[in-house]
C-alpha cells in the first residue's frame, strides 16, 4: 500500500506542476505578440493539458485499482493519518 500512495503522491505532485504551467505561459507570452507566438502558446498549452488529462486518468485507475484489488479506501487511511 505504501508503493500506491507514493505513486499517488507522485502523480498529484506532477497534476500540481501541469495545473500551473499554462498560467505561466500564459503571462510569459503576453508581453509578445504576433501569430507565431501566439501558435506556439496555444501549442504548448495544448501539450500540458494533454499530459494533465493522462495523468489525471492514471491517479484514478489506480485509486480505483486499489479500492477493487484490495478493498481498502486509501483515501480512507490518509484522513486517518496513517501511511505518512
Known sequence: MRDILTNLTGIDERIAILRENPRE???????????ADEELTSRRIAEQEA??????????????????????????????GEMR
Open 25 to 35: 505561459l500564459v503571462e510569459q507570452a503576453a508581453p509578445y505578440s504576433g501569430a
Open 51 to 80: 499530459q494533465l488529462e493522462l495523468l489525471t486518468k492514471q491517479r484514478g485507475e489506480l485509486f480505483n485499482n486499489n479500492v477493487a484489488t484490495t478493498g481498502h479506501n486509501i483515501a480512507s487511511t490518509l484522513e486517518r
